[in-house]
């Protein structure tokens, strides 16, 4: 269930629409026949483009969407799912940058399916066939390698338990993770997972690491805000709610050395079970997350993932979001290369110039928008991305049409959002927790903000 769902007023009138189409919505709207759309027609295209990929049999979609009566027979919650901005579920919006993959509906195609409704839901019989923008496939295009532990692992009875796990790296020479597609067994219980790479020369201490603890194969604990245990691990991957595969795109990877050790960061929570109740230690299933790798020999752009974030968020505790508050900001610029030395990471890549691709932004359950842009060195603003309607359930990847140059004098600025009144608490045993107060960490009932950000080396200057 989503905690924060915040409306979105459609705009009633819709510019450029200038061919009487849409003409509902002014103050003689009762006067101004419908126009003549259709299941066949329009809708049909529209469901299939932007729904049936989880809304069909066998899919993550509660209902498939797969025919008239199925979409007939779901229209109204559909209609107040697309008009609240709940579904399709992608925050990014489009005025701010575009996408790849962007399978959110356009303005038009909300009213078009409003006019649908209004119309009385009509099968066939409407004006012409509605041509919908394509839209690429950005899921995971190859899987070259599968790694996960050697065994499935019980997480522990406590609220929160992160366990590393030690795999690992089979070639024998040099290769670029090019997708990754992350995908834990028991996603009642995930909370996150990151997939980290340990340096070939650090083989011996994660090995040591895994079998001191219960022996080789079940792990050790960990945690998202330390780490693995050594700052030289660099973060490639990982899983989020809501969150599928994808290919990296434009021609660029994270370089994998032979010998390396992909740790593999499992963040466990169980109060994020349905309805909140706490199993018995006896009732959790076990995890065996699977890491599905695109594999390729070269790539025109070395890459790697920074983490944007304020370092005297993580550190300090600076990120109060006191109990009782409806709408707590905070935000924060700095130059992008500086942050993963500050915060315990690496940044690998070589030169001044560099281009991000993609952005995944993360907060937990109380957050409800995020903004980032790059602030150039002469006061002008790129928007990266702005999700003012953040879904904690749904932490999407997005990937640029257009990668998005940083130049020496430019820095990233990043604003989170969060609610923490007592209606946006979530449900234990079926009762709504009171709010507390909240900062920075790992917890499911703490918080962060971030940019996961993918960056590559610029190509040509
Ligand atoms: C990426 C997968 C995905 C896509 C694409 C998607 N849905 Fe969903 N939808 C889900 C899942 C999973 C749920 C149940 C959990 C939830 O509510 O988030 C859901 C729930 C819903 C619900 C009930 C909850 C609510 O928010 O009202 C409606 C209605 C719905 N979807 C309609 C649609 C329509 C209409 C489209 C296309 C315009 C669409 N969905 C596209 C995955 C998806």
């Known amino acids: ?156 009875p406590a609220p929160d338990d992160t366990r590393c796990f030690v795999i690992d790296w089979p070639y024998e020479d040099a290769k670029y993770v090019t997708g990754m597609d992350v995908v834990p067994s028991n996603l009642a219980l995930a909370h996150h997972a990151s997939v980290y790479l340990g340096k070939p020369a650090n083989a011996q201490f994660y090995k040591d690491k895994d079998l001191q603890n219960d022996g080789a194969g079940t792990g050790y604990p960990c945690s998202a805000t330390m780490g693995v245990g050594k700052s030289s691990a660099i973060w490639i991957g990982g899983w989020l709610p809501g969150l599928t595969g994808f290919d990296f795109f434009f021609d660029s990877g994270i370089l ?22 706490a199993f018995p230690p006896e009732d959790l299933a076990k995890d065996l997350t699977e890491i599905k790798i695109k594999i390729d020999d070269t790539v025109k752009r070395p890459g790697t993932l920074v983490t944007f974030t304020n370092p005297d968020w993580m550190v300090e505790l600076e990120m109060k979001i006191p109990a009782g508050e409806s709408s707590v900001t905070h935000n924060f610029s700095e130059k992008m290369t500086l942050i993963p030395n500050l915060i315990g990471q690496q940044f690998p890549l070589q030169g001044e110039i560099f281009d991000i691709m993609s952005i995944n932004a993360h907060g937990h359950s109380l957050m409800k928008a995020t903004k980032m842009s790059i602030i150039r060195a002469d006061g002008s603003e790129e928007c990266l991305v702005d999700a003012p309607n953040f879904d904690p359930d749904w932490q999407l990847n997005y990937i640029f049409e257009e990668p998005a140059r940083v130049y020496p004098g430019d820095k990233i600025f990043l604003e989170c959002q969060w609610n923490n009144s007592a209606s946006a608490q979530a449900f234990v045993n079926g009762k709504r927790m009171d709010p507390i107060d909240v900062n920075w960490g790992d917890g499911a009932r703490e918080e962060m903000c971030f940019g996961l950000m993918f960056v590559g080396e610029a190509t040509t200057q």
């Open 256 to 277: 994998v050395e032979p010998k390396s050790t992909v740790i593999l960061q499992v963040h466990y929570h169980k109060a994020l079970l349905p309805d909140g109740k």
């Open 1 to 156: 269930m989503h905690l924060i769902k915040i409306a979105i007023l459609i705009l009633p009138l819709i510019s450029g629409c200038n061919n009487g189409l849409f003409s509902l919505g002014s103050k003689d709207e009762k006067k101004v026949p419908l126009p003549n759309i259709s299941y066949d027609t329009h809708i049909k295209t529209i469901v299939n483009n932007r729904c049936i990929a989880c809304h069909a049999e066998g899919k993550v979609g509660p209902f498939p969407l797969e025919n008239y009566q199925q979409v007939a027979e779901f229209a109204l919650p559909a209609l107040s799912a697309i008009e609240r901005g709940s579904m399709p579920p992608w925050s990014a919006k489009k005025d701010c940058r575009e996408y790849k993959g962007d399978y959110s509906l356009s303005e038009e195609e909300k009213v078009l399916f409003r006019q649908w409704v209004d119309g009385g839901k009509k099968e066939n019989g409407g004006d012409g066939t509605y041509q919908p923008k394509e839209i690429v496939d950005i899921s995971l295009s190859r899987v070259d390698l599968t790694l996960s532990n050697s065994q499935p692992y019980q997480p522990k």
